[in-house]
């Protein structure tokens, strides 16, 4: 059994714990927390699991490094606080320990990483010999491995669209919604998501490991930005009311050039009330979905919905990017030490788990 650490118990790291609890090779040994509320408590109290794991999360990280465990799930945000997630990072590497996380997006890509990124990375994987797999779901599986996977059904291809739509009142993280993303603020603020240059440095890799997988070359990758304003006032079950007049529905797309035209694009389409923007893509339900639209011959269209915890989308596909994730980990400990992207790892399927899901 591989000894693994969950580090942060947010929404990504519920379902880590849930995930590796479920996995036939892997042992949670340990949970780290920042939190003082948190520490003591049960793995399954804090992961909504029934009954007891017998491991009570901590927030003494040397310690639970200093136990040299074989992997880490690292699921503390780095959205806010980039240089913090790589110290922390680097530091589970220096420990020996396989790290997979969602976290730093410029890593997804790891080869045009900026080397202020990547070379602290390299260096605590040569004094450590850990490895590293950065991956999520958008980015992540639904704009790389997803679509690379569907390409193969077609004989001819045009052009791949990935698209995320999705009703972000759903989802739990009010300040990334409300500031980072916009919604609830007047048209005449800049939220840092949608800075140009942003959605390309979050999403561009994403676009570089499809060309590159395709073995197309690149011209150029370009952003395009809407964004709406609510008609009326509004109330969330979630996160609350939004004034008429305030950003309502954002959509964007990060679009690779090839030849001159738009071949490989990801596309955004978010509200924070279906009234908003009603005539932009919508999900099948409503709530949310992430989309691999292929066009060519044969047309190939292909939508993912995903639900946990009370049926919530965004729940869902955090527990998908964790899928992806904690599923690697076997794989990666059996490789050689070294920074891996999603082009390297492949996706597997759930061996060992059918019929064995806990709640």
């Not at 479920?22 to 939190?35: D, I, N, R, S």
């Not at 930005?225 to 509004?234: G, K, P, Y």
Request: net charge negative; aromatic share 4%.
């Amino acid at each position: 059994m591989i000894s693994t650490v969950v580090w942060g118990t947010g929404n990504v790291g519920r379902a880590a714990i849930r995930a590796v609890e479920a996995h036939p090779t892997l042992k949670l040994t340990a949970v780290l927390v920042h939190h003082p509320d948190k520490v003591g408590r049960d793995a399954a109290d804090l992961a909504g699991l029934d009954g007891q794991l017998g491991v009570t999360a901590t927030d003494d990280i040397e310690a639970v490094l200093a136990a040299t465990p074989q992997a880490v799930v690292y699921a503390a945000s780095g959205d806010l606080r980039p240089d913090e997630a790589l110290a922390d990072i680097g530091r589970a590497i220096r420990a020996g320990a396989v790290v997979v996380t969602p976290a730093l997006y410029a890593l997804y890509d790891q080869r045009n990483a900026p080397p202020e990124l990547r070379d602290p990375i390299l260096a605590a994987i040569a004094d450590g010999g850990g490895s590293l797999f950065v991956s999520g779901v958008d980015p992540g599986w639904g704009n790389d491995v997803l679509p690379l996977l569907v390409s193969g059904l077609g004989s001819t291809i045009d052009a791949i669209r990935c698209q995320e739509i999705f009703d972000y009142s759903t989802y739990d993280q009010e300040d990334s919604v409300r500031h980072l993303i916009g919604m609830g603020h007047p048209l005449d603020y800049e939220p840092l998501m949608l800075a140009e240059t942003v959605p390309t440095m979050v999403w561009g890799g994403q676009i570089r490991l499809m060309a590159r997988a395709l073995g197309a070359e690149l011209d150029d990758i370009r952003e395009t930005l809407e964004r709406r304003a609510l008609d009326s006032a509004v109330s969330t079950r979630t996160m609350g009311d939004f004034e008429a007049g305030t950003q309502g529905a954002v959509r964007f797309e990060v679009q690779g050039i090839v030849g001159g035209v738009p071949r490989i694009v990801i596309e955004h389409v978010t509200r924070i009330h279906p009234s908003c923007a009603p005539d932009w893509p919508t999900p099948p339900d409503g709530a949310g979905a992430h989309r691999v639209i292929i066009e060519g011959r044969p047309r190939i269209e292909v939508t993912v919905e995903a639900t946990d915890e009370g049926e919530n989308r965004s729940a869902g596909g955090n527990a998908t990017a964790v899928g992806r994730l904690v599923g690697a980990i076997d794989w990666l400990v059996d490789r050689e030490p070294g920074l891996y992207d999603a082009l390297d790892v492949p996706l597997r399927p759930a061996t060992g788990k059918l019929g064995r899901s806990k709640q």
